[in-house]
């Protein structure tokens, strides 16, 4: 305490922005993973404040994806911690169900974010032992909080990637990005180039066709296609159990066979798979192999037209690697997603300069100086509850053996004061 009232009185300005100490840790984002991590403080009785930059929960599932989205994962692997999925909620819910969830999920541990607050710096003060969190209003207010914990739970897609290509500028017609993508529905009769064959890239390509526009994508180097069911069960699933067996290269030739069996030859498509398997893949890149959900039925039937890499845009027109001429009406870009930890965290030693923890799974989820990052894991759902579960545990006991020490300390002055009170 006396050094918070230092670093307090060091900064006592009239300019400076007004400051509010948390008792508690600090959660920055009040996605999934924020939303876990203050459930789990609430279970082990530690208060926090959560700050959210929109005026929502969720508000990447909310606001920046698609209609048609369903969890790709089963219902089991994507609730969070102490509060299971509805029972009537079918085995993928809906994007719709998921935001239901999520609401219900916040109402019920009684989680009430600071909406409308940007965290623009985050810095640990050596001097204090404090860390100063500063953010930004929509109507430019500025506060500071100051707090021991701080949970940086902004998620691994907090910015879309916008790649610069050539002549992208002169095309003339709608460019957006595909977390402004709603449904096809305005794309009617359009001739639509679709950017990136991620699972994005696939599902936006799919819905484009089923509102009678043609989409070509564009597959600029190589994906794993899965199925995402394989003989009436979840891949994901069937991978999860194979894990408990075997070790991961043979796990990954496994899937590729029962790919195969399931999907055929995808390089035939234009869809060439990668050297290294899907399973090492995505733990080693963090690239998330597509969970096929009906795409390549019309990537065979030629609805959707797989090309390859872009060389530049001119107006209504892409070149393509080949030397192919495209006409074209619109552009989605479907170039996926990055973190944005390091334009306002001030630390470089436990986040690496790509926003995601240095160490890797499982041990990116604690810093120093109680830094912590829920959501980082590159594992869904999954692996962000695994990380709240962890943070929480972790902050609840030094919480816990200090208010016991509190509790002792002020009993021991209340018998003093008895004891003095006698004379
Ligand atoms: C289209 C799509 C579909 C997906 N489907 C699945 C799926 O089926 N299963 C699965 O497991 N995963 C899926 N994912 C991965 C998904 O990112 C996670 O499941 C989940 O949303 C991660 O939660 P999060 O809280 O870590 O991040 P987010 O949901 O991104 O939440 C982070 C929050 O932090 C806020 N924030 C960011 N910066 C700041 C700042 N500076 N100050 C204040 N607040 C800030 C954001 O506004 C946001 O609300 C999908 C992702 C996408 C893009
Ligand atoms: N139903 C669901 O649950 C669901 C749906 C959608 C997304 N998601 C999840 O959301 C996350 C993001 O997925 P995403 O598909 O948006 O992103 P992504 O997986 O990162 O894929 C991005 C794609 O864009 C391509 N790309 C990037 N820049 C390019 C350029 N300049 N030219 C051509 N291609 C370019 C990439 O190609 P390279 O591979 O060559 O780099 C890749 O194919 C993933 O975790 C995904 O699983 C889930």
């Known amino acids: ?51 959210e930059r929109a005026d ?33 909620y079918p085995e993928y819910p809906t994007k719709r169900q998921f935001i239901e969830y999520l609401e219900s999920y916040a109402k019920h541990f009684d989680i009430n974010p600071k909406f409308n607050e940007c965290v623009q710096s985050a810095r640990y003060d050596e001097t204090s032992g404090f860390w100063r969190v500063k953010t930004v209003g929509s109507n430019k207010t500025e506060l500071e ?77 190589s994906v794993h296609v899965l199925p995402r069911e394989i003989f009436g069960k979840s891949t994901f699933e069937l991978a999860v159990l194979m894990m408990k067996w075997l070790p991961l290269w043979l796990v990954d030739k496994l899937m590729l066979i029962l790919a195969w069996l399931v999907l055929g030859n995808t390089e035939k498509y234009g869809l060439k798979r990668p050297s290294t398997g899907p399973l090492e893949l995505k733990n080693t890149q963090g690239k998330t192999p597509v969970l096929d959900i009906g795409a390549l039925e019309k990537i065979r039937s030629g609805d959707i037209n797989v ?6 845009f ?40 790509n926003g995601y923890p240095k160490a890797q799974f499982p041990h990116g989820w604690k810093g120093k100086a109680g830094l912590y990052a829920a959501g980082f894991t590159r594992r869904g759902l999954s692996g962000a509850s695994l990380d709240a579960m962890r943070i929480a ?14 509790k002792k300390r002020s009993i021991a002055r209340h018998r003093r004061c008895i004891s003095l009170s006698q004379f």
């Open 56 to 88: 929502c929960i969720a508000s990447l599932w909310q606001k920046r994806t698609y209609d048609r989205l369903k969890l790709h994962l089963p219902k089991q692997f994507c609730q969070l911690p102490k509060l299971a999925f509805p029972e009537d």
């Open 307 to 312: 090309v390859p890499g872009i060389k530049r």
């Open 314 to 353: 001119s107006r209504g027109q892409v070149e393509l690697f080949n030397g192919e001429k495209l006409d074209i009406d619109s552009v989605v870009l479907a170039t996926g997603y990055r973190s944005n930890v390091p334009s306002w965290l001030q630390e470089g030693e436990f986040f690496a300069k």
């Open 393 to 406: 545990q972790d902050i609840g006991t030094v919480w816990k053996e200090e208010n016991k020490q509190l």
């Open 145 to 221: 909080y100051i707090c021991r914990w701080l949970i940086v739970a902004t998620g691994e897609n907090a910015e879309s990637v916008m790649p610069d290509i050539e002549g992208l500028s002169e095309f003339g017609g709608d460019v957006i990005h595909a977390c402004d993508y709603k449904s096809g529905e305005k794309f009617k009769g359009q001739k639509v180039l679709v950017v990136g064959c991620g699972n994005t890239g696939m599902e936006v390509s799919l819905d484009l066709c089923n509102h009678n526009a043609s989409p070509s994508m564009v597959v600029r180097s």
């Open 1 to 51: 305490m006396e050094n918070l009232f230092r670093l307090v009185d060091q900064d006592q300005d009239l300019f400076q922005p007004k400051w509010t100490l948390v008792n508690g840790p600090i959660i920055v984002g009040a996605g999934p993973s924020g939303l876990a991590a203050a459930a789990c403080l609430k279970e082990q009785g530690v208060p926090f404040a959560v700050v």
